[in-house]
């Protein structure tokens, strides 16, 4: 059925006024609200977004930013850019996390590496199995499958 098919059973349950409605934005319905909520991204999401763009920015240990970072400095870089305060080392950013369980994994969670209950590493959880992170002098910021089962995932609140 072609969208000029549909108008006539439209304006029959929309109304008229629905219906001069549903022809000027090309006899598509949306529905209330809907355009607000997809544009208003999540602070997980921006703060994926903003790791991403900082894409071969070189690692410095110490540095927070705007163009060098090591890896707890571009979680609480990215996180901050998104309105949301992380504490400053990777060990303090897990403590300060909803803690959440693999299968329940989302993109923009952080990912924390650890040797048995010392935190040593964190990256930005973009799906698929990969993070964006800052992972050691000589390298840059960017996207890496994680490499161990030895992680830990938390939520920012």
Not at 21 to 45: C, D, N, R, Y
Not at 121 to 140: E, F, L, Q, R
């Amino acid at each position: 059925m072609t969208a000029l098919n549909r108008v006539p059973s439209l304006m029959a349950r929309a109304g008229t006024a629905s219906a001069l409605t549903l022809a000027a934005v090309g006899g598509s319905m949306i529905a209330p609200g809907f355009a607000q909520e997809a544009a208003a991204a999540t602070p997980a999401k921006k703060a994926l977004q903003v790791a991403a763009s900082k894409k071969g920015s070189p690692y410095k240990w110490g540095a927070t930013g705007p163009s060098r970072f090591d890896c707890s400095g571009l979680t609480l870089y990215s996180y901050k850019k998104a309105g949301k305060t992380l504490p400053r080392t990777a060990a303090q950013q897990y403590n300060k996390t909803r803690h959440v369980s693999a299968a329940n994994r989302k993109a923009g969670d952080l990912v924390f590496f650890h040797s048995g209950s010392s935190v040593y590493h964190v990256g930005i959880y973009a799906g698929k199995g990969k993070i964006w992170h800052s992972p050691k002098t000589g390298d840059v910021v960017r996207l890496q499958k994680i490499w161990t089962k030895s992680v830990w995932y938390g939520r920012v609140k």
